[in-house]
């Protein structure tokens, strides 16, 4: 039985160990007087069960410590070069909006951007309409069109909504005959307040789009296109 120490704070008994504790607690540069006795301490090894210096063991520590912050800075170092790149990605997408003179051209160019930048398998432009102005397209539906509307209705929260495969008719469509070929989508609304439209992001990557990711480079997407849709229905 460990011996006792009486406590004038606590007006008891404490174990040695517990006053050892506490005084080692109190005075944590006691080893930095004494240093001799670092060399003596012995812990068991996690390992094996043999003992080990405390030198070895704060070493030991320290060395994994030292791993898990590299491991942090190598994960914020992928991070930032990510959004280095989807930022460059948003900029090229956005000069080149401004650069079309009619909506066939804006719609195309959109396209081709999404599927050659963003390395989409499938993406889908819906927006409400007058579809004569809008050279009869399949992307412009009128006001009373009941599946864009339930489409829309997804958006309550304003932001894009990622995650696996959605409902099959409504990947189908969206994406038509590739339809089947989707295992993640984003949906994401254009338009500020009540949106008018919606850019629905396809790929075969089951891993592309989740519920968790974050979607601030997708809302500005949809902002720059829905700006651009909107330049030439006005």
């Not at 210096?53 to 800075?73: D, W």
């Not at 979607?215 to 296109?225: D, I």
């Amino acid at each position: 039985m460990s011996k006792k120490l009486t406590s004038e704070e606590n007006h008891g008994e404490i174990s040695w160990e517990e006053a050892v504790s506490r005084y080692l607690q109190d005075h944590p540069d006691y080893f930095q007087s004494h240093p001799h006795l670092l060399g003596d301490l012995a812990l068991n090894h996690e390992v094996g069960g043999g003992a080990v210096s405390l030198i070895e063991h704060q070493v030991k520590a320290l060395r994994g410590q030292n791993h898990e912050s590299q491991q942090q800075l190598r994960e914020l170092v992928g991070v930032g070069r990510e959004n280095d790149v989807l930022g460059l990605r948003l900029h090229r997408f956005a000069l080149a909006l401004i650069g079309c003179a009619t909506l066939d051209d804006t719609l195309d160019t959109a396209y081709e951007l999404l599927r050659q930048e963003f390395k989409l398998d499938a993406a889908a432009i819906l927006f409400r309409g007058d579809p004569a102005k809008a050279g009869h397209r399949r992307e412009c539906v009128t006001a009373d069109d009941k599946r864009l509307a339930e489409l829309l209705k997804l958006f309550s929260s304003g932001a894009p909504i990622c995650g696996g495969r959605h409902d099959e008719s409504l990947l189908k469509y969206l994406f038509g005959a590739r339809a089947g070929e989707i295992k993640s989508s984003a949906l994401i609304p254009l338009g500020e307040g009540a949106p008018q439209g919606a850019l629905g992001l396809g790929s075969v990557d089951p891993h592309r789009f989740h519920p968790g990711m974050g979607t601030v480079y997708l809302t500005r997407l949809g902002e720059l296109l829905a700006r651009g849709l909107r330049a030439h229905l006005s």
